[in-house]
């Protein structure tokens, strides 16, 4: 159907979750098409539920909710205004209910917490030192388009 879609050579072409359903090998050899379709001239919408996709491939994106736009902004712009640095770490028990820093709990058993510099995860590192806690698995990164776009539809 891509074919069919591309022997006229459209400036415009409007892909609908084109890597929904296919392997991972496939999805990235559609990716790189896809980018090379771009750098060719030609402008490309996408519709994905793959945020990772999103983020990789498009520099201008827009999220729905629930049937509305939430956010209309070229990506990086968002992930730079939406996303802080984030920890994850897995404790060998639980975070006591007085702890005093917000900490998600994730499914896979870690917990998770964006910080705004290296000196409030000091602190919280401290503070999980002095509950007798011990972060095993530390990682530390950004925020994805996907926490952006949680972030966004939860305010």
């Known amino acids: 159907l891509i074919a069919q879609a591309l022997v006229h050579r459209p400036p ?6 084109p890597t929904a359903g296919v392997d ?18 030609h402008t490309i919408i996408l519709t994905t539920h793959y945020l990772e996709e999103a983020e ?7 999220l729905l909710n629930h049937g509305r736009v939430a956010a209309l902004e070229d990506t990086q712009v968002l992930l730079k205004e939406y996303s802080k640095d ?5 404790l060998s028990a639980p975070l006591p209910k007085d702890f005093p820093f917000r900490c998600e709990k ?16 000091r602190r919280l590192l401290e503070a999980l030192e002095a509950a ?8 530390l990164g950004k925020a994805n388009l996907e926490e952006v776009f949680l972030r966004i539809t939860d305010e």
């Not at 999805?27 to 001239?41: I, P, S």
């Not at 984030?86 to 897995?90: D, E, G, Y």
Request: proline share 5%.
């Open 24 to 41: 991972i090998a496939l999805r990235h050899r559609l990716w790189e098409f896809m980018e090379d379709l771009n750098r060719k001239g």
């Open 86 to 90: 984030r920890v994850a770490f897995a």
């Open 132 to 139: 007798g806690l011990k972060p095993e698995g530390l990682e």
């Open 56 to 62: 990789r491939l498009c520099r201008r994106v827009a």
């Open 12 to 17: 415009l072409i409007v892909l609908d979750e």
């Open 106 to 121: 994730l499914p896979n058993g870690f917990y998770s917490m964006s910080y705004s510099g290296p000196e409030e995860l």
